[in-house]
């Protein structure tokens, strides 16, 4: 079966499918009906440009999508990969991942659509040259050179200013792009291999920075544009403020949550590019179907016993169309919309049969009216399995349920799976009956399909995805993988209406749910530790290193005697574990012991090991697989599946430590138990009910997670237990918080300091030693410069600062320009022990394996005590 590229207009429909927290089949209220009908009327379009998830205006949004009714849709030139997660430990291309989703279900609350471009998020920038240079800025700008050709949209609204002001180099970034596109776009000349996909040249009315009042950065003037958006929605029952509020509380990765607006809110404007506008944004753009080209077309007439061909000008049609919608809107019954229908397919027929050049409109406007017909009549319709997963050429059973809920006559011509030809007898369905049938789908796509688009192949730089497929750039998710096509005659017209095959389940707890249908690998491959130390040291010279690697597979099917070989490669060499007979028991995770002894090599140059299984079937096909199949789940976006090769990195170098019991209290998204487990400490993870005088006192030390205090309120309470804890010998290391609800003095520490924004994002940037002398870079590891090499994405983030004298600072460290700081690791002596406030980013460097922070970390638990 050919895969086929699948149009933007599909695209848009999948959306529907995500209404707030999960993946369902798309139903409609009256008034919502209602309301896209008069959608129908609105033939203006605004697409709004920033960087990340989080930087669209959630008030403006809906009310450009549901009060002006403009087709509106943000593009996020990042997915938010470089961020912190506060809701697990997800990061990179994980958390991207998620909060593509979170967007995804916000534009499903704000009525909007939603792109990316194939930027990476490396981490905050603070200037676009940095962002614009680790980015390919050419290939950027073609993204969103592409997006404006595909949407064509009349305006364009830019987030940010492309200087300072931005607050961010990815924010400044963004709008410089954004500029240079609205241009470029309409230049015939920039990126034409884009146009042998179907767009054209374009040029938007204009381009508009949407100006703003954040924090202490007022950019807004009573001299610009301004426009009032929170409106009041009756059919909708909410202001734009409200729905602003739900639609931002989806980004909860970024703890994001907001009340619903009420009242007056109003937006500012400046023309940065194109016609400027001073009383509206749309100001000089026809809205209505007589922006449409029609062309002028040939009628065959009689005249005189002669037939001929008359040009006639089909404006007619136009006419012809408001006028049906007048109808519509004016005879539409709220308890009965299915009595529009015939009038509505009456219109379907004049739009689709109309002539115009303008095929982006006429073409979504038939995919909103379709939508719309559908509604109003009623009809039900969906494709489900009941297995979630399945192997490529298994056998998997589908459901096509069918229920029509109201009165109106129709007929299901057919029901068939896309690209299949077997279909399912001619139905007339009464009123309220169910109708299910089953059929008998066999896969033929493999695992690979699954994984998201962007990520199928390695990026082409660290600021880049590499993406193949131009059809693909701009979407926010993989097509589903098969769809079930119902065809359905209503008053003599025949629609095809396309549902994606979902794993449909009950939840004991949460009730009815769908999830995406997905294609798994035969066998799931991943190592652990991520991390393996080899050569670890207590205070005595003992080793503490656990010398063992665990390969871990997990069986998606289910053979007994298969012969196996495991190999274990690193670089150039490689060890191979072969000959084994095994059996794979289908849900079963089994597990092979092997000591890194006999797979590292200390004298290979590159120190990352990575494993491959060959398995030969009862058939004698021989299969490898060497791919980690990892699924990440949250109860507010749809389940997530994608596939990555599994490295283990070694560390030979010698890291010795101090003490033997760890206390941790969980953080957002920190993987520092996994560490202190490698470094040879017993980790206890504490909680409200643990952080007592008794439950401390055997701690050596106590590391609290990345933003602890942020999280946990029950923490600020723990406060005089904490400083017991010390003043009683033990050691506190509290990673990096920020200021929240305008608390700019936390009580954390024994003396007062204060968390600023300061961050150092260069992760070469030059590290100073301020205090060589002191403990934490000499006992009981020597630190040096080398140990600063390899770090990841930044060096540090939200300082201590302004720190009372008894506080120690023992490194500097800036960007390139700025002045040196040295709140990125600050410590203090109390009563017997010591406290320790760690902005350096430790919760990367761990995970990548860098010698430097596994020392600083043993030095930080083994500061002397008293």
Same mark, same amino acid.
């Given at each position: 079966?050919?895969?086929?590229?699948?149009?933007?207009?599909?695209?848009?429909?999948?959306?529907?499918?995500?209404?707030?927290?999960?993946?369902?089949?798309?139903?409609?209220?009256?008034?919502?009906?209602?309301?896209?009908?008069?959608?129908?009327?609105?033939?203006?379009?605004?697409?709004?440009?920033?960087?990340?998830?989080?930087?669209?205006?959630?008030?403006?949004?809906?009310?450009?999508?549901?009060?002006?009714?403009?087709?509106?849709?943000?593009?996020?030139?990042?997915?938010?990969?470089?961020?912190?997660?506060?809701?697990?430990?997800?990061?990179?291309?994980?958390?991207?991942?998620?909060?593509?989703?979170?967007?995804?279900?916000?534009?499903?609350?704000?009525?909007?659509?939603?792109?990316?471009?194939?930027?990476?998020?490396?981490?905050?920038?603070?200037?676009?040259?940095?962002?614009?240079?680790?980015?390919?800025?050419?290939?950027?700008?073609?993204?969103?050179?592409?997006?404006?050709?595909?949407?064509?949209?009349?305006?364009?609204?830019?987030?940010?200013?492309?200087?300072?002001?931005?607050?961010?180099?990815? &924010?400044?970034?963004?709008?410089?792009?954004?500029?240079?596109?609205?241009?470029?776009?309409?230049?015939?000349?920039?990126?034409?291999?884009?146009?042998?996909?179907?767009?054209?040249?374009?040029?938007?009315?204009?381009?508009?920075?949407?100006?703003?009042?954040?924090?202490?950065?007022?950019?807004?003037?009573?001299?610009?544009?301004?426009?009032?958006?929170?409106?009041?929605?009756?059919?909708?029952?909410?202001?734009?403020?409200?729905?602003?509020?739900?639609?931002?509380?989806? &980004?909860?990765?970024?703890?994001?949550?907001?009340?619903?607006?009420?009242?007056?809110?109003?937006?500012?404007?400046?023309?940065?590019?194109?016609?400027?506008?001073?009383?509206?944004?749309?100001?000089?753009?026809?809205?209505?179907?007589?922006?449409?080209?029609?062309?002028?077309?040939?009628?065959?007439?009689?005249?005189?016993?002669?037939?001929?061909?008359?040009?006639?000008?089909?404006?007619?049609?136009?006419?012809?169309?408001?006028?049906?919608?007048?109808?519509?809107?004016?005879?539409?019954?709220?308890?009965?919309?299915?009595?529009?229908?015939?009038?509505?397919?009456?219109?379907?027929?004049?739009?689709?049969?109309?002539?115009?050049?303008?095929?982006?409109?006429?073409?979504?406007?038939?995919?909103?009216?379709?939508?719309?017909?559908?509604?109003?009549?009623?009809?039900?319709?969906?494709?489900?399995?009941?297995?979630?997963?399945?192997?490529?050429?298994?056998?998997?059973?589908?459901?096509?349920?069918?229920?029509?809920?109201?009165?109106?006559?129709?007929?299901?011509?057919?029901?068939?799976?896309?690209?299949?030809?077997?279909?399912?007898?001619?139905?007339?369905?009464?009123?309220?009956?169910?109708?299910?049938?089953?059929?008998?789908?066999?896969?033929?796509?493999?695992?690979?399909?699954?994984?998201p688009y962007w990520l199928r192949q390695p990026k082409v730089r660290d600021g880049m995805f590499k993406v193949s497929d131009q059809?693909?750039?701009?979407?926010?998710?993989?097509?589903p993988l098969y769809h079930a096509v119902f065809t359905v005659e209503i008053d003599g017209y025949t629609f095809d209406l396309k549902?994606?095959?979902?794993?449909?389940?009950?939840?004991?707890?949460?009730?009815?749910?769908?999830?995406?249908?997905?294609?798994?690998?035969?066998?799931?491959?991943?190592?652990?530790?991520?991390?393996?130390?080899?050569?670890?040291?207590?205070?005595?010279?003992?080793?503490?290193?656990?010398?063992?690697?665990?390969?871990?597979?997990?069986?998606?099917?289910?053979?007994?005697?298969?012969?196996?070989?495991?190999?274990?490669?690193?670089?150039?060499?490689?060890?191979?574990?072969?000959?084994?007979?095994?059996?794979?028991?289908?849900?079963?995770?089994?597990?092979?012991?092997?000591?890194?002894?006999?797979?590292?090599?200390?004298?290979?140059?590159?120190?990352?090991?990575?494993?491959?299984?060959?398995?030969?079937?009862?058939?004698?096909?021989?299969?490898?697989?060497?791919?980690?199949?990892?699924?990440?789940?949250?109860? &507010?976006?749809?389940?997530?599946?994608?596939?990555?090769?599994?490295?283990?990195?070694?560390?030979?170098?010698?890291?010795?430590?101090?003490?033997?019991?760890?206390?941790?209290?969980?953080?957002?998204?920190?993987?520092?138990?996994?560490?202190?487990?490698?470094?040879?400490?017993?980790?206890?993870?504490?909680?409200?009910?643990?952080?007592?005088?008794?439950?401390?006192?055997?701690?050596?030390?106590?590391?609290?997670?990345?933003?602890?205090?942020?999280?946990?309120?029950?923490?600020?309470?723990?406060?005089?237990?904490?400083?017991?804890?010390?003043?009683?010998?033990?050691?506190?290391?509290?990673?990096?918080?920020?200021?929240?609800?305008?608390?700019?003095?936390?009580?954390?520490?024994?003396?007062?300091?204060?968390?600023?924004?300061?961050?150092?994002?260069?992760?070469?940037?030059?590290?100073?030693?301020?205090?060589?002398?002191?403990?934490?870079?000499?006992?009981?590891?020597?630190?040096?410069?080398?140990?600063?090499?390899?770090?990841?994405?930044?060096?540090?983030?939200?300082?201590?600062?302004?720190?009372?004298?008894?506080?120690?600072?023992?490194?500097?460290?800036?960007?390139?320009?700025?002045?040196?700081?040295?709140?990125?690791?600050?410590?203090?002596?109390?009563?017997?022990?010591?406290?320790?406030?760690?902005?350096?980013?430790?919760?990367?460097?761990?995970?990548?394996?860098?010698?430097?922070?596994?020392?600083?970390?043993?030095?930080?638990?083994?500061?002397?005590?008293?």
């Open positions: 079966m050919k895969r086929k590229n699948t149009s933007f207009l599909l695209f848009f429909c999948l959306l529907t499918y995500f209404t707030k927290a999960q993946i369902v089949p798309p139903t409609a209220s009256s008034s919502d009906i209602y309301q896209q009908l008069k959608k129908l009327n609105v033939l203006g379009s605004v697409l709004y440009i920033a960087a990340h998830p989080d930087d669209e205006n959630n008030g403006l949004l809906p009310y450009l999508a549901k009060e002006k009714l403009y087709r509106t849709a943000y593009l996020s030139l990042t997915r938010g990969d470089g961020g912190q997660n506060l809701i697990g430990p997800e990061q990179g291309i994980e958390l991207g991942m998620i909060r593509t989703h979170e967007l995804m279900a916000a534009r499903a609350i704000d009525g909007s659509e939603q792109y990316f471009s194939t930027a990476y998020e490396f981490g905050f920038s603070k200037s676009a040259e940095e962002a614009l240079r680790i980015w390919d800025r050419e290939r950027v700008l073609e993204d969103v050179v592409w997006m404006i050709r595909k949407f064509q949209p009349d305006i364009v609204v830019a987030r940010f200013p492309g200087d300072e002001r931005a607050g961010h180099g990815h &924010h400044a970034a963004s709008a410089i792009i954004a500029n240079e596109a609205f241009e470029a776009a309409a230049d015939p000349n920039k990126f034409p291999d884009q146009f042998r996909y179907g767009v054209k040249p374009w040029k938007a009315k204009r381009i508009l920075w949407n100006t703003f009042n954040f924090g202490r950065t007022n950019t807004t003037s009573d001299n610009q544009l301004k426009m009032e958006v929170g409106a009041y929605n009756p059919l909708i029952g909410k202001s734009y403020g409200e729905l602003g509020g739900e639609a931002r509380s989806m &980004h909860k990765s970024q703890a994001e949550g907001r009340p619903r607006r009420r009242g007056e809110v109003f937006e500012y404007f400046v023309t940065t590019g194109g016609d400027s506008a001073k009383t509206d944004i749309m100001e000089g753009i026809n809205t209505g179907w007589e922006r449409l080209k029609v062309d002028t077309v040939l009628q065959t007439v009689t005249t005189q016993g002669k037939t001929i061909s008359v040009p006639v000008n089909n404006k007619a049609q136009i006419d012809s169309i408001q006028l049906l919608l007048q109808q519509v809107l004016q005879q539409y019954d709220f308890k009965s919309p299915e009595k529009s229908v015939p009038v509505l397919v009456k219109l379907y027929r004049k739009i689709e049969s109309l002539k115009t050049s303008d095929q982006v409109w006429k073409s979504q406007k038939l995919k909103e009216l379709k939508e719309i017909i559908e509604f109003a009549s009623a009809l039900f319709v969906e494709a489900y399995t009941q297995q979630e997963t399945a192997l490529k050429g298994d056998s998997v059973r589908v459901s096509y349920f069918i229920n029509k809920r109201s009165d109106l006559p129709m007929k299901i011509r057919s029901v068939k799976m896309a690209d299949y030809q077997d279909t399912l007898m001619m139905l007339y369905p009464e009123k309220n009956k169910n109708y299910v049938f089953t059929k008998v789908l066999i896969p033929t796509y493999g695992a690979e399909m699954t994984q059809i693909d750039v701009g979407k926010a998710w993989n097509d549902k994606p095959v979902l794993y449909k389940y009950v939840d004991a707890e949460r009730g009815e749910l769908y999830q995406p249908f997905i294609i798994v690998p035969h066998i799931e491959l991943y190592m652990s530790p991520s991390v393996v130390l080899l050569n670890v040291k207590d205070e005595y010279g003992k080793s503490r290193s656990d010398s063992m690697l665990h390969v871990i597979y997990r069986s998606n099917f289910s053979q007994t005697g298969i012969m196996t070989d495991l190999t274990i490669r690193q670089e150039a060499v490689k060890s191979v574990i072969s000959g084994e007979k095994r059996s794979f028991v289908k849900g079963q995770r089994q597990i092979i012991d092997i000591p890194i002894s006999k797979v590292y090599n200390s004298k290979a140059p590159v120190k990352y090991l990575e494993a491959t299984m060959r398995i030969t079937t009862a058939e004698g096909k021989v299969l490898n697989f060497s791919d980690y199949f990892k699924a990440i789940k949250y109860d &507010h976006i749809p389940n997530i599946h994608y596939a990555f090769r599994d490295y283990v990195k070694v560390i030979d170098s010698e890291i010795k430590v101090r003490g033997k019991k760890i206390g941790f209290i969980q953080g957002s998204g920190d993987v520092m138990p996994e560490a202190l487990k490698q470094m040879g400490y017993e980790v206890k993870v504490l909680d409200d009910a643990s952080v007592t005088d008794e439950g401390l006192k055997d701690l050596d030390a106590i590391i609290t997670g990345v933003r602890a205090y942020n999280i946990h309120e029950w923490l600020s309470g723990k406060y005089d237990v904490m400083m017991r804890y010390v003043q009683n010998g033990g050691n506190l290391i509290v990673q990096y918080n920020r200021n929240q609800g305008g608390v700019s003095n936390p009580k954390i520490g024994p003396y007062p300091f204060q968390i600023s924004s300061t961050r150092v994002t260069e992760e070469d940037a030059v590290v100073k030693f301020v205090q060589p002398q002191h403990p934490v870079l000499n006992y009981p590891n020597k630190i040096s410069q080398e140990d600063f090499n390899d770090w990841v994405q930044e060096r540090s983030t939200y300082q201590a600062d302004q720190f009372i004298g008894k506080y120690e600072a023992p490194l500097g460290m800036n960007d390139k320009g700025e002045k040196e700081s040295t709140g990125s690791l600050i410590t203090t002596k109390y009563g017997k022990g010591n406290f320790a406030y760690v902005s350096l980013v430790m919760f990367r460097q761990l995970p990548a394996g860098n010698p430097g922070a596994f020392k600083i970390l043993a030095n930080l638990i083994a500061l002397p005590k008293q």
